[in-house]
C-alpha cells in the first residue's frame, strides 16, 4: 500500500470513475463537491498534507482545493456529522483518515466525525460526493490519488 506523499492530487472514485471535483470551480463557502469526470482542471487538484507525527502508523491528511481563488485554499466538510451529508467547499481547516483498501485505494474519514462514515459517491444517478456508513468492499468508497505535482516551497 503506497501511502500518498505530500503533493497535489487528483483524487479519483473508484466505483463511479468519477474525480473529486469543485462544482463549478467555485470557492464560495458551502459550494457542493462533486464527482465529475475527469477533464484536468484546478477543480479536481488536491493538496496533501501529512498531519501525523513521521513514522508513526497513523495516517492522518489535510486535503485542501488546489484552487487559489478569492477564497484560499479551502477543505471539505460536512454540515452533520451523520450519514447522507452532502460534502461542501469550507475554508475550515478539517483533517481526514485515510484507511488502505485492496488495490492501492484509501476510504477517507473526518478524524473529528464518526469513524464509520466515509466519504462515497452513493448514486450512480446522482454525483454528489456524501457521508457515508462504510460497508467493507464498497468501491464507491474507495479513492485513488493520482499525484500532479510535488508541493513547491513557500518563498
Not at 471539505?76 to 450519514?83: C, G, L, N, Q, R
Amino acid at each position: 500500500m503506497t501511502f500518498p506523499n505530500d503533493g497535489v492530487y487528483a483524487i479519483r472514485n473508484v466505483g463511479r470513475n468519477l474525480m473529486l471535483d469543485l462544482t463549478s470551480d467555485s470557492t464560495k463557502e458551502g459550494n457542493q463537491i462533486q464527482g465529475f469526470a475527469k477533464n484536468g482542471t484546478v477543480a479536481q487538484q488536491w493538496v496533501i498534507k501529512h498531519q501525523n507525527e513521521p513514522g508513526t502508523p497513523n495516517k492522518t491528511v489535510s486535503i485542501q482545493s488546489n484552487n487559489s481563488g478569492n477564497n484560499g485554499n479551502g477543505c471539505f466538510a460536512t454540515a452533520k456529522e451523520d450519514s447522507d451529508e452532502p460534502v461542501v467547499y469550507t475554508r475550515q481547516a478539517f483533517v481526514v483518515d485515510l484507511s488502505g483498501q485492496a488495490g492501492n485505494t484509501f476510504t477517507m474519514s473526518f478524524t473529528r466525525g464518526k469513524k464509520n462514515l466515509v466519504l462515497s459517491i452513493p448514486s450512480p444517478k446522482n454525483s454528489a460526493v456524501k457521508l457515508e456508513h462504510h460497508v467493507k468492499g464498497n468501491d464507491c468508497q474507495h479513492w485513488e490519488f493520482i499525484r500532479v505535482s510535488d508541493l513547491q516551497p513557500i518563498a
